[in-house]
């Protein structure tokens, strides 16, 4: 029985290959402590879903980060990725829904079209970059969206996060898909600014459970300010 997100806070419980976590089976305890803080959901790679389905009643949003040398798509590209997450139990599936080209001719339609084949039940999440995109996503299905890839595609590159216009005019435009903000968000203040604009939920993931880069971005402050 697949669970619905609420309103609220989904904390992103992550350690993709190369950080200092990968592999440690670690982020349920991550999501243990977002649970015990008051997070809504969790947000998790599917080789992680397993553990934390475990250790928490929470709904998880499933994604597969899997790079082709023919895309640049690589947040659960093809039909591929979901199999591999309608194993996993989780809740909702996070897909790249931005208008890049992805590996294998797959497209964004079809593989919307492939899980409510297999899983009419599951929920889906659109991570874009752009409103054409969103827009798209939300005309073709989608549950959510998200604000995931801002600033990280070539079209949106230099753009900076959380980018409040943008959420307004997604809260704005969005017709059925519940707009999900998520990137770049590190203080209360920016949190503030980002509720106001109404979103259904908020994702945040860095600047909770990443102590590499929490570390780093106060270290750069002492440096900075000692020369």
């Known amino acids: 029985m697949y669970k619905e997100l609420a309103r609220g806070l989904i904390v992103s419980c992550q350690a993709a290959e190369g950080e200092v976590f990968h592999g440690l089976d670690l982020m349920r305890y991550m999501a243990r402590a ?8 969790i947000r998790a790679l599917a080789e992680e879903i397993p553990s934390i389905k475990q250790v928490t009643d929470l709904p998880v949003i499933g994604l597969v980060k899997k790079k082709y040398s023919d895309s640049d798509v690589y947040i659960t590209p093809t039909r591929r990725e979901v199999d591999i997450l309608l194993k996993t139990g989780c ?14 001719k797959e497209t964004v339609e079809g ?28 005309s073709i299905g989608f549950d959510y969206v998200g604000t995931t ?4 595609t070539e079209k949106t590159q230099g753009i900076n996060i959380p980018d409040y216009a943008f959420l307004k005019e997604l809260r704005k435009s969005l017709r059925s898909a519940k707009l999900i903000a998520e990137g770049g968000i590190w203080e209360v203040s920016q949190l503030e600014k980002v509720l106001e604009c109404d979103p259904y939920a908020v994702v945040i993931g860095t600047a909770i459970t990443r102590p590499a880069d929490i570390t780093a971005r106060f270290a ?8």
């Open 91 to 104: 809740d909702v599936i996070a897909l790249d829904a931005t208008l890049r080209s992805r590996s294998q």
């Open 111 to 138: 593989l919307v079209s492939y899980i409510k084949s297999c899983a009419p039940d599951i929920r889906i999440m659109a991570d874009c970059d752009c409103l054409e995109s969103a827009l798209a996503a939300d």
């Open 34 to 41: 977002a649970e015990s803080g008051g997070a809504v959901g």
């Open 149 to 152: 890839m801002r600033g990280y």
């Open 220 to 227: 750069k402050i002492i440096t900075e300010k000692r020369g």
